[in-house]
C-alpha cells in the first residue's frame, strides 16, 4: 500500500464548474444534508474519500470536518486543501471552512458530538469500469471495500444530533438490521437515505 497514491485536485476546471453550476441549496446533496431552507448546520463527511462532496458542502456555507482512515487518502485530501486554501476565493473560501480528520470514524464520532453526519461508503464495483473515473478506481484499489459501513451507520445514528444521510447506488438494497429512512432524496443513479434523529 506504501507504493500506492492517489492525486486529488479541488481547484481543477471541471470541479469549478461543478461548484459554480451545480444548482446551489438547491441539489439533491444540500437537500439530504439540510442545507435548504436557510439553515447551515455543521456537517461531518465521515467517509471522506476523494472529498469532493463535502467540499461542495463547504462551498455551500457549512462547516465541514472530514473523516478519513486511510492515510494515503488523507494525506491527499490535506494536500489539496493546502492548495484550494491559497486559490481564487471559489476554492479558497470552502476551503478554510473544512476540518480534516484522519482516523476511523467509528471512534472519532464519539467525541466530536456531531450535528448531521454524512456516509457515502464505497460501493460495489461496477461491471462496466469505464463508467467509472481513474481516481474513483485508484481510490477503490486503496481502500477496498467499506465492510463495517453497517457499524458506521449504527455508530452515526447514535451520535448524531440532527440527522444522517447515507449515499446509496439506487440498484442495491440497504444493509439488513436498518431502521427505515425518514424519508429519500433520489437522483439518477444514486439514492439519499436521510434519517432524522430525535435527541
Not at 446551489?24 to 465521515?46: M, W
Not at 469532493?52 to 487518502?73: N, Q, S, Y
Not at 464520532?109 to 462496466?128: C, E, F, G, W
Not at 474513483?136 to 445514528?157: C, P, S, T, Y
Request: with cysteine.
Amino acid at each position: 500500500m506504501s507504493q500506492q497514491q492517489i492525486h486529488i485536485d479541488f481547484t481543477s476546471a471541471a470541479f469549478r464548474h461543478r461548484l459554480k453550476y451545480g444548482g446551489e441549496k438547491g441539489q439533491a446533496l444540500a437537500k439530504a444534508v439540510g442545507l435548504n431552507k436557510g439553515r447551515t448546520p455543521a456537517i461531518v463527511d465521515a467517509t471522506a474519500g476523494l472529498g469532493r462532496d463535502g467540499f461542495i458542502l463547504a462551498h455551500l456555507g457549512a462547516k465541514i470536518t472530514m473523516i478519513e482512515r486511510i492515510p494515503i487518502v488523507a494525506t491527499a485530501i490535506q494536500k489539496a486543501l493546502q492548495v484550494a486554501r491559497k486559490a481564487e476565493p471559489i476554492f479558497a473560501e470552502p476551503a478554510k471552512r473544512i476540518k480534516l480528520i484522519t482516523g476511523d470514524a467509528i471512534e472519532v464520532l464519539s467525541n466530536i458530538s456531531p450535528q448531521v453526519v454524512y456516509i457515502d461508503p464505497m460501493h460495489p464495483a461496477r461491471k462496466k469500469s469505464a463508467l467509472v473515473k481513474q481516481n474513483m478506481r485508484d481510490l477503490r484499489e486503496i481502500v477496498g471495500d467499506d465492510d463495517d459501513k453497517q457499524n458506521l451507520i449504527l455508530a452515526a445514528l447514535q451520535f448524531a444530533s440532527q440527522r444522517v444521510v447515507l449515499k446509496w447506488p439506487k440498484a442495491a438494497s440497504l444493509p439488513n438490521d436498518l431502521a427505515k429512512p425518514s424519508y429519500e432524496i433520489s437522483g439518477k443513479t444514486t439514492i439519499y437515505y436521510v434519517f432524522i434523529c430525535s435527541k
